[in-house]
């Protein structure tokens, strides 16, 4: 029996459009899925997941997900017909959209088999099978999630000519941010369908959207490297407008950023594929932080407090 992990992970800017080669600043958080395998009598494999969840996303997930387990097992070349193994899913990452919640799965499970099966894969190699791991989730996956929930810390990632690329990035001092869950679903390939509808219906307003978006996530990375978190929170903001422009986000997203907003966060946006998921609040101080924590809690929202950044 071997046991492996993976991050959860959350995106200050740039989420949507890293295919576009929008450069993306993303951050691990201090919260895992947990694979163990184990080998069993039978035949192929069986899957018992105990993560906590969004209502219902488990459920919505579970034919991506059965594909997502058959295609790195075949990535990685395990017999399953040979050498039966039972998965199970825990940990303390909640499972819902906007957290990198199949990423971390992918993660783990990559870690497990790695350790069960004796292969001696490197890091590199992890991350790149728990990428493959993510194309049924995402029709086409950037890898940014992945990476992030690997190689954990903050990361500027983006991708040039189709290569994927990333960097650490080392904040004076670490600080605090509060995600709040919507509650709602999302069909990452079906955004993917609703970005590309946006390219053909007006490709013009789409490039020069992406055009802002990359000035701000570099001005974002500037700001991060200075310690400047009005800065960051300020552009976390003026991103979040702009992805309502978009249609990217979601009645519930915006009601919650501005909630936040008004209870003193630095900066609110939504975080990960939009339309649902989570938002992310910057909210640096543990009494802040508590601040917009109990009050979301209060009105019923399911949230993660996260410390992240640093050296």
């Given amino acids: 029996m071997a046991k492996g992990s993976g991050f959860g992970k959350t995106i200050l800017i740039g989420d949507q459009f890293v295919l576009d080669e929008v450069p993306a600043i993303v951050s691990s958080i201090p919260f895992e899925t947990v694979a163990t395998v184990e080998r069993i009598d039978g035949d192929g494999w069986i899957l018992e997941d105990n993560r906590i969840e969004v209502p219902g996303y488990k459920e919505k997930k579970k034919e991506q997900q059965s594909r997502s387990i058959d295609r790195i097992l075949e990535v990685m070349n395990i017999d399953i017909k040979k050498s039966p193994i039972k998965i199970t899913y825990g940990g303390t990452l909640l499972a819902g959209s906007g957290v990198g919640a199949s990423a971390a799965s992918c993660v783990s499970l ?11 894969l490197p890091i590199e ?22 990476t992030a929930s690997t190689y954990g810390g903050l990361l500027l990632f983006y991708l040039k000519n189709g290569q994927q690329h990333f960097e650490k990035i080392r904040t004076p001092k670490s600080f605090e941010i509060v995600l709040a869950n919507s509650g709602v679903t999302v069909n990452t390939a079906a955004l993917d ?26 001005e974002m990375k500037r700001a991060l490297d200075a310690g400047d978190l009005e800065d960051v929170g300020k552009l976390m903001s003026k991103n979040h407008k702009l992805l309502i422009d978009m249609g990217m986000s979601h009645d519930t997203l915006d009601y919650l950023c501005k909630s936040a907003l008004e209870k003193g966060a630095l900066g609110a946006k939504v975080t990960g594929g939009g339309r649902g998921g989570y938002m992310v609040a910057l909210t640096p101080g543990n009494k802040l932080q508590e601040t917009i924590a109990s009050t979301f809690t209060t009105e019923g929202y399911q949230l993660i407090r996260a410390t992240i950044g640093g050296g």
Avoid at 125 to 143: K, L
Avoid at 193 to 216: C, G, H, M, V, W
Wanted: proline share 3%; hydrophobic share 40%.
């Fill in 125 to 146: 190699e992890i991350n790149r099978v728990a990428w493959q791991g993510e194309f049924p989730y995402h029709g086409v996956a950037s890898g940014v999630d992945n």
């Fill in 110 to 120: 990559a870690r497990a088999l790695n350790m069960e099966f004796n292969l001696g």
């Fill in 193 to 218: 369908e609703f970005i590309d509808q946006q390219k053909k219906t007006n490709p013009e307003l789409f490039a020069l959207r992406l055009k802002t978006i990359t000035s701000q996530a570099y």
